[in-house]
């Protein structure tokens, strides 16, 4: 039944959160455009799209580019929902943070205001990132909550890995809110802040984020430091994408939800890796001390479960369907 559900638009279809996200949407019986950047000269493998279940009937292309909002217009024109999933990543830092930022802010800015001139978009769910929320000097005895914000400046003197990727979460998250206060009546705009997206992948690219999770398997040394701020938390690929359809249906959606199921210590990551998977060498705790440096805190997700979403994942279901695909697409060889 076309467009049985209506149509929404998801943008940066090709990376992981958006691959994943797109799977099941026309699993639950929308239809689906997306966006990616048009490459000249080098022709994009998107075969695990297109071969989707539902996807020649109920998946539209688009080329579209955050360096250029307004190129979202076309796939946005009649949508009802809009997930923008597409973010500019430079986890190296190549680029100076404030390119980086701006081409974010200035996206998503383009992406809001095409789906306000739409005038068929009901919400928009903005992927933010729990970057967004970790890196400040407050008090890391207690989970944070969706009050919670990062930093910029604080991470600008930190100096993580992946600091202008954190500052621009961090910026661009703040101005899409702040677009959907001024038009709330014309639109709703909420935000989903996942922790370390982990388990299986349909793109043909490995992840970053699970890169990093899997940096003790893959030895991964330039992640360490990543990882020791950020194995607190984590959240499986299949419940963060049924998190973002869930934050489109629910009626009283409203601003920011952490969407995180688990949570463990560098210690308890050994432990677990070690008994799961002895075929790997994996580094001791003491031999990863030298990477720990500022200390991030849980995160809650009480606002979200109060609303009615539950998870289906743990670790084990994360780290499997994690290394099942890194075997099968060739990242991972036996080390051990």
Known sequence: MEGEKGIVCVTGGTGYIGSWLIMRLLERGYTVRTTMRSNPGHTKDIGFLTSLPGA???????NADLNIPESFDAAIEGCIGVFHVATPVDLEDKEPEEIVTKRSIDGALGILNACLNSQTVKRVVYTSSAAAVLFND?????????????????????????????????????????FGEKHGLELDVVTIIPSLVIG??????????????????????DAYGFLALSASSMVHIDDLARAHIFLLEYPNAKGRYICSSDGMTIQQMYEFLTASYPEFQIPTPDSMKKYEGFKTRGLSS??????????KYGFKEMFDGAVQCCREKGYLQFNG
């Open 200 to 221: 299986p992948f349909i793109c043909p690219k490995l992840p970053n984020s699970v890169s990093v999770a899997l940096a003790m398997i893959l030895g991964n040394e």
């Open 56 to 62: 020649s009937e109920k998946l539209q292309i688009f």
């Open 138 to 178: 407050q008090d890391v005895d207690y989970e944070a909550d969706e009050s919670v914000w990062s930093d910029a400046d604080f991470i600008k003197v930190l100096k993580t890995y992946g600091s202008s990727y954190s500052v621009s979460k961090t910026l661009t998250e703040r101005t899409v809110l702040e």
């Open 302 to 311: 009480k606002k979200l479960l109060d609303s009615g979403f539950r998870y």
